[in-house]
């Protein structure tokens, strides 16, 4: 029977009792973590001095490079400097939309699905981040554009995920097909963005960080197509075998590429 | 908080300067409490022993953002419990473990210190089984007063609430223990652990 008299004590009382209890070591043995801890961020410091940012008057010049390639009007001659970037299905493009784009309302990511749904319906392995602190995607959606689907997860914000400025989520990550599809994705890349380049997993990666900025995205048919309302945090666009994905976040660029390596 | 050494301050900005060997010391200081912080959360020690690795990885990525002066052992376990937590939500689908916060026997170098052995085990017992039955952010708050000794302010920085609402969430959780034990005189005494070791005293 259980011992009656804890019942009836006090807090500062049954306090007492609890710090005793808290000295002895009723814990399993703590195991030594320096040495994991020590080469993991030794592992990570290395990764992070290859992600060499481009040097301002880089930028400047990829920049107008960038916007020379949103002006020109040919699916042709995008294709070409999409794949001299070694990025399948992205470039960069720049669209006049005022100066302060305007965010907020529904994401129109597609149709809710399950994670399982969503891998038997695109036509390409999903990945999916592996990562304990970021854990499992809240939501899940599937759109049938480009060709082959993307799919965009959604983690909402709490934890270690900042919410996004206007709509409260924590994180979107998208994938699609870009090899498959040569649709072009653009970024418009107003005043106050900045570009870094960087590599992941041996191909080009593109950060983009800064003031909040719009998407255009060229279909399939050649045509642009403005996207204002999805999560415009900061972005890394990034190539994994012929996938293409694109994570918006208030994340900062090394929780991004954390996330990015972690896709399995 | 008080009486901090100015040692773990030095670390601590040789760390946010990228000395990973400053950092290093840092881990092995604070390894156990953070440990033992994430055992609280997960109840499972694997899975505390990953979440208190990613923890210190992540905050040593994050300490351009801890505030100079601020108790560094409070701030860590913020993350700590926090990643933990992520943890089980990452694991809710796989079945626990069973740990029990009591589960583990006290190894053979440390002996209970009086206060315990006079408690008597069946007490003890009750109270770690109230502890366990637990919603775990009120078994954090008990234990970051209690087992851990931390001030009110420390709590804050843990908890990441203002100062002015420790007293009551502590208080609260203090309600919820005794409402375990509580539901504990009405359950019947469980039949003895069959594993080697597992039964204490």
Sequence with gaps: MADRELVNMDDAELGELLRALGRQRSYPPTPDLAPAVHARIRARSGATRRQRAWPLAMVAAALVALLCVGALAFPGARSTVAGWLNLPGVTFFAETVGDRPVLGGALRLGEPVTLAEARERVLYPLLVPDLPWLGDPDEVYLDAEPAGGTVSFIYHAGGEIPPAETTGVGLLLSQFQGQVNPGMYGKGLPDGVELEYLEINGHVAFWISGEPHTFSYFRPDGQPVQETSRLAGNTLLWQHGGLTLRLESGLDRDQAVEIAESMR | ?201
């Design chain 2, 1 to 201: 908080m008080e009486g901090r050494p100015l040692e773990e301050r030095d670390l601590v900005e040789q760390a946010r300067s990228g000395d990973a060997g400053a950092y290093e010391e840092l881990v092995r200081r604070y390894q156990e409490v953070a440990f033992r912080a994430a055992c609280l959360v997960t109840r499972d020690a694997h899975e505390a022993e990953e979440a208190a690795q990613d923890a210190f990885v992540k905050a040593f990525y994050a300490l351009d953002r801890f505030r100079p002066g601020a108790p560094f052992r409070s701030w860590l376990l913020r993350i700590v419990t926090n990643e933990a937590r992520n943890r089980n939500r990452s694991a809710r689908r796989r079945a626990r473990l069973g740990f029990r916060l009591a589960g583990a026997r006290p190894s053979g170098d440390a002996a209970p210190s009086p206060e315990v052995t006079a408690l008597g085990h069946e007490t003890q017992r009750e109270l770690m089984d109230a502890m366990t039955a637990l919603d775990e952010r009120d078994r954090v708050i008990i234990a970051y007063r209690y087992f851990f000794e931390m001030s009110e302010a420390e709590m804050a920085v843990a908890l990441d609430c203002p100062p002015g609402t420790v007293k009551s969430r502590l208080s609260r959780a203090m309600r919820h223990l005794r409402t375990h034990l509580v539901a504990g005189l009405a359950r019947p005494e469980p039949a003895p652990d069959p594993r080697p070791g597992a039964q204490r005293g």
